[in-house]
């Protein structure tokens, strides 16, 4: 990366006599879709991603977000200079720009607490915009939790580009409510969507709040007749962000409340993003009325992270620990660690302890005996006999045929999956999965856990991740 923030994927250098004539981008274009396929380019890509080819053998790939460009160029560069070498006959190279990155590096501003923040309003805004609730009390600073730092990979990517379009003011559903398991990172993208939101705009009228929160002022609003201030607070902005919507489950008032708060809103144009630990049709208590306009707006999932991002998460939170691990440990906590990644930091947190104070190494074998203990500690309590019936269920097919021999893809491909999600919800060893699913090898269920862990990043909106889904569900009530 050079001073101007531009990535390259370099191909060899010929002279200028040798190159071949230029080649137009739709011709990239199609040779790219021929390589990975049009729905996996029309997911990551899309028209919103620019090819531009000019006579000096270089193609430029131009997105409209930094976030966007570092995606594409970690996940894509090999395979666009393959095409593009295969096009100029080895001539040229690949520059992947983005709309919004700057000339140079913006030098970073001195951090301010919220305090000091709060003690100069700024011009044009309300009181009522001075005294803005925030569920995060760490006193992050908006450079912190911006979108450019917030790690992305198939498992979130969709709920990542929603908050792209929240954050320019694009128009999008609303309200957008953000759902999936604890720990995947719904209140970190809230936080980063209302930090580069104000950051975008500082007249931006930002209320950002827990469902607990709005719960609490709505009580004390009834019982000290305060409920119009009340109302005035959470309905005068422009962008309401609200965390743990299964919260308001069994409230019926301070739901209906929370239902002509968002009547009001979405009649004023403005957006609304919640967060919910689970799908809308697991919200049932939440009452028809308020179900029926969330189910109007645009559910997102975000999904437990996927092998790829657990690995650069892990680097990421041992870097910022100042932990060193070595490339093998690294990939045995992500490839072993079921959870996201609250699991990865104590586990990283733990391998810390043992380095600094108790002189320990931080190998391979540390890491493997601090994952079997957060696993066997945090993990539900889920047999192997629970995730056969959960996926017989799912896919309709009998207990003897998901162990069975053939390979027919309707038996072979739920056994894939039950093998999966065994390693994924149990604490069984592979031999124990193994010998479960019809006496199979240890070797033979690593071999089929990779190969779903692929299936998901090729494709994290298919059948098999819609499957998946289905699968969790049913455990869950169970």
Same mark, same amino acid.
């Given at each position: ?28 274009? /199609? ?167 104000? /950051? ?279």
């Amino acid at each position: 990366m050079d001073d101007l923030g531009l990535c390259t994927a370099c191909l060899p250098e010929v002279s200028q006599a040798n190159s071949s004539a230029p080649v137009a981008a739709d011709e990239v274009r /199609q040779a790219l879709v021929d390589v990975i396929g049009a729905e996996r380019y029309n997911t990551f890509f899309g028209p919103e991603v620019e090819f531009s080819a000019g006579e000096n053998c270089t193609l430029e790939v131009r997105t409209p977000t930094l976030l966007e460009r570092n995606f594409l160029r970690d996940r894509f560069s090999a395979d666009l200079a393959g095409v593009f070498r295969r096009l100029t006959h080895n001539a040229g190279r690949v520059v992947f720009r983005a709309s919004d990155e700057q000339a140079a590096p913006a030098k970073k501003p001195p951090t301010r607490t919220r305090a000091a923040m709060r003690t100069r309003p700024v011009r044009g805004e309300s009181p009522i915009d001075q005294r803005r609730l925030d569920w995060d009390t760490r006193g992050a600073t908006a450079a912190a939790e911006c979108l450019g730092d917030f790690l992305t990979g198939s498992s979130n990517l969709a709920a990542v580009r929603v908050a792209e379009q929240i954050i320019s003011r694009r128009p999008i559903g609303s309200p957008i409510v953000f759902w999936g398991p604890t720990g995947v990172g719904k209140s970190h993208l809230l936080r980063a969507i209302r930090a580069a939101a104000r /950051q975008r705009d500082r007249r931006l009228r930002v209320l950002a709040l827990n469902a607990e929160q709005f719960t609490t002022g709505f009580v004390e609003a009834l019982q000290g007749r305060g409920l119009p201030s009340f109302r005035q607070k959470h309905r005068g902005v422009e962008l309401l962000l609200l965390d743990d919507l299964q919260f308001f489950l069994g409230k019926k008032k301070t739901a209906e409340e929370f239902q002509y708060t968002l009547d009001h809103l979405t009649e004023a144009g403005a957006v609304v993003v919640c967060t919910s630990d689970r799908p809308l049709a697991e919200l049932a208590g939440l009452g028809d009325e308020l179900l029926s306009r969330l189910r109007a707006g645009l559910p997102v999932e975000v999904s437990a992270p996927e092998g790829a991002l657990r690995r650069a998460l892990t680097m990421r939170i041992a870097a910022e620990r100042g932990l060193e691990l070595t490339a093998a440990a690294s990939d045995a906590l992500a490839s072993t660690i079921t959870g996201g990644a609250r699991e990865i930091t104590g586990a990283i947190n733990r391998l810390q302890t043992h380095a600094e104070f108790l002189g320990g190494v931080c190998d391979e074998m540390a890491v493997l005996a601090v994952v079997e203990e957060i696993n066997r500690t945090s993990a539900p309590n889920v047999q192997l006999a629970d995730v056969e019936q959960a996926v017989c269920e799912v896919y309709g097919v009998a207990a003897a045929e998901l162990k069975g021999t053939t390979r027919k893809k309707a038996a072979a491909e739920p056994r894939m999956l039950a093998m999966w999600l065994a390693r994924k919800h149990t604490r069984a060893a592979w031999s124990e999965i193994g010998a479960h699913f019809g006496r199979r090898s240890h070797s033979t269920v690593i071999a089929a856990h990779h190969r779903v862990e692929e299936l998901i990043a090729a494709g994290p909106s298919g059948q098999l991740a819609h499957a998946i889904r289905r699968v969790e569900q049913v455990l869950r009530k169970a």
